[in-house]
């Protein structure tokens, strides 16, 4: 854990951002009763929130986790109860590619982790884990934006006195674990990188996590948009954690591997049936 100089720096500047936000966010609807309301409702329930993470940045390293962990429960709740109110005019298109640039953004951040171990040594082993980092990284976009982006965004634009709560749901909510796996993909990149630094445990856990995240997420979105239970990814997540766990002793790159292995069989499975899924949608 981070010092607490170190902790409290990063509170104010996190605290700094979001008010700043929240301001920009006032100040733009401000003309709007309706939609300024909506903004004052949404700042009043993140107080709660950043208010648990100043006092992260207080206590000792041991309890820090936990409160922080406590904030961004609070900024969950705030966005669902705020998200029950009609008046944020959400755009749809502008809705969805801001998420998608989120997106983006995460996997290029794992990206620049496979490509820094790089940088002190092009040995064969840190190749091979290179380039299995990059297939994964490519089929974790092709399982997002290959066609699920498309029928979330369509959905969006066509809802109408529910497109406030289903921008929440199927984005703000859903979208969240999504990129937190995303980052604990990294994590196990980065496991898989220096395996000096890490044990095998902490990458199949790290690994497994963010597979989890990232392809649960992108069914628990689309059910929520459209009701299709994409029964296919569930399968095969459940699968990849079992052939994780068995391998939990293998090497770091086995483990990728085994990860990478669950993707293709979403990216083939969806070759096949993804026409018929998005006539049915």
């Not at 755009?91 to 983006?104: N, Q, W």
């Not at 979403?266 to 070759?271: D, F, L, S």
């Amino acid at each position: 854990a981070a010092p607490t100089s170190e902790a409290l720096w990063f509170a104010l500047s996190y605290i700094g951002v979001r008010v700043l936000g929240l301001g920009l966010y006032y100040k733009v609807v401000f003309a709007n009763a309706e939609h300024r309301s909506a903004v004052v409702t949404f700042a009043g329930l993140s107080v709660a929130g950043l208010t648990a993470v100043f006092v992260g940045s207080l206590v000792d390293p041991s309890l820090r986790s936990w409160i922080w962990l406590g904030a961004i429960a609070f900024d969950i709740g705030a966005a669902r109860l705020a998200g029950d109110r009609r008046a944020w005019g959400v755009h749809a298109s502008h809705f969805a590619e801001r998420h998608g640039l989120i997106v983006i953004v995460a996997l290029g951040e794992s990206l620049i982790v496979a490509g820094s171990a790089l940088t002190s040594g092009a040995t064969l082993g840190l190749m091979t884990t290179g380039a299995v980092a990059l297939i994964i990284t490519c089929l974790l976009w092709w399982t997002y934006f290959g066609w699920v982006r498309e029928v979330l965004e369509e959905k969006l634009m066509q809802a109408d006195a529910d497109r406030t709560k289903l921008a929440r749901d199927a984005y703000t909510l859903w979208h969240f674990p999504l990129v937190s796996g995303i980052i604990a993909l990294a994590v196990g990149f980065e496991g898989a990188f220096h395996p000096e630094d890490f044990t095998t445990t902490e990458t199949t856990i790290a690994v497994g996590l963010g597979f989890t995240l990232f392809v649960v997420s992108t069914a628990g979105a689309l059910y929520r948009a459209v009701g299709c239970i994409l029964w296919n990814r569930l399968i095969v997540v459940m699968a990849t954690c079992v052939g994780l766990v068995l391998s939990a002793s293998s090497s770091h790159v086995q483990i990728l591997c085994i990860a990478g292995a669950g993707l293709v069989l979403i990216v083939a499975i969806e070759q096949v049936t993804v026409r018929r899924h998005l006539a049915r949608l």
